[in-house]
Nanobody
Framework: QVHLVESGGGWVQAGGSLRLSCIVS????????MAWFRQAPGKEREGVGC????????YYARFVKARFSISRNNAKSTLYLQMDDLEPEDTATYYC?????????????????????WGQGTQVTVSS
C-alpha cells in the first residue's frame, strides 16, 4: 500500500522560509517522477514543480519565481520543497505525488497526470 506523508508546514510571516518533506512508502521511490502541488481554499489544486528520478531535472510553475527549490533523497524515499521569500498568496495545503512526466513548457511545467496517490498534505499559512 502506497503512503505519502507530508510535513514541515506551519505559520510564517511574509518573507520567511519553510522546508516541506514528503516521505513515501509502498513503492520504489527512485522509479518515480515526483511533484509538489498545492490547493488554497476555494481554488483548484495547482502544480508547484516536478523533479525527475535522479533529481537532475526540475521544473517549476511560473508563480514560483525562483523562490522554491525541489530536491529528493532516494535513499530516504523523501521529497523536499524548500520555500523562501514566502508570500501570503502561497498560503495553501501542500501535497506531494508521483506523476507521469516532468517537462518544461511555456507555461511552466508539464507533469502529465498524477498516479492517484496522495497524502493528507501539510498546511502552509503566510501572513502579511
Amino acid at each position: 500500500q502506497v503512503h505519502l506523508v507530508e510535513s514541515g508546514g506551519g505559520w510564517v510571516q511574509a518573507g520567511g522560509s519553510l522546508r516541506l518533506s514528503c516521505i513515501v512508502s509502498g513503492l520504489n521511490f527512485d522509479d518515480f517522477i515526483m511533484a509538489w502541488f498545492r490547493q488554497a481554499p476555494g481554488k483548484e489544486r495547482e502544480g508547484v514543480g516536478c523533479i525527475n528520478w535522479g533529481g537532475s531535472t526540475k521544473y517549476y510553475a511560473r508563480f514560483v519565481k525562483a523562490r522554491f527549490s525541489i530536491s529528493r533523497n532516494n535513499a530516504k524515499s523523501t521529497l523536499y520543497l524548500q520555500m523562501d521569500d514566502l508570500e501570503p498568496e502561497d498560503t495553501a495545503t501542500y501535497y506531494c505525488a508521483p506523476v507521469r512526466d516532468c517537462a518544461l513548457t511555456s507555461g511552466g511545467f508539464y507533469y502529465g497526470k498524477d498516479l492517484g496517490y496522495w497524502g493528507q498534505g501539510t498546511q502552509v499559512t503566510v501572513s502579511s
